[in-house]
């Protein structure tokens, strides 16, 4: 097997274990999905790659390109960074999912293949087993977006303040759609997995309301 086969072989295990990663940020709707995972864990190794073979063609250091990988990544991953509401920061996850999968393409790249193949089922773990174990123990704090009808939008709003007094919790980002039958109120609120349940409940349990819905969390990690 030549070299050049052997480097094409490694951009092609790096595609497909960033391939994985993104297929799971993907499913997840995360703004970093298959194909920013892939490009960077491939992109990673080919660097990895270009730094090794250009030092040794110009006679300099096999670490100078590779090293560069890091603060660029960072940056990457500080795009991915919102600060949408309040305390609400979104996007830590993605950024750090990130990082991992430069390191995975940098693995793979210098020829660490069961390093790399490791990191990458650990973060598919991590993803995906720990995410259910904070909401089943009712440890993460998310926004979750709720629309309620009713006869007027004062009602409503009152109505959903009062239901939210004994979890001190406020609604924010309030939209008001009129209709010729009634009113159409969506807003966010924070708390829980159990929290939300129980606001749920509560919403749904308001004889003042025609008609409740929940839509889910916004911009869940």
């Given at each position: 097997m030549t070299p050049i086969i052997g480097d094409l072989e490694k951009l092609i295990i790096a595609a497909a274990l960033g391939g994985l990663i993104g297929l799971e940020r993907e499913a997840r709707h995360r703004p970093a999905g298959l194909r920013t995972n892939l490009f960077?864990?491939?992109?990673?190794?080919?660097?990895?790659?270009?730094?090794?073979?250009?030092?040794?063609?110009?006679?300099?250091?096999?670490?100078?390109?590779?090293?560069?990988i890091i603060p660029g990544i960072g940056f990457i991953g500080a795009g991915s960074i919102i600060h949408a509401r309040g305390d609400l920061v979104t996007g830590i996850t993605s950024a750090a999912t990130l990082f991992v999968v430069a390191s995975v393409g940098m693995a793979v790249g210098g020829g660490m293949y069961l390093i790399a193949a490791f990191a990458t089922f650990l973060v598919l773990g991590v993803l995906s087993l720990l995410g259910l174990l904070e909401r089943f123990m009712n440890l993460k704090i998310m926004f979750y977006v709720y629309e309620v009808a009713g006869s007027s939008a004062d009602k409503v709003t009152a109505e959903v303040n009062g239901i939210l007094e004994p979890f001190h919790r406020m609604i924010s980002n309030v939209q008001v759609a009129p209709t010729p039958h009634h009113v159409r109120v969506r807003f966010e609120c924070e708390g829980t997995r159990r929290q939300q349940a129980h606001l749920l409940r509560s919403l749904r349990d308001s004889a003042l309301f025609e008609s409740v819905t929940s839509l889910g969390p916004v911009q869940p990690e």
């Open positions: 960077i864990c491939m992109g990673a190794a080919m660097f990895t790659l270009l730094s090794d073979q250009l030092a040794g063609t110009h006679t300099g250091d096999h670490t100078r390109i590779a090293a560069q």
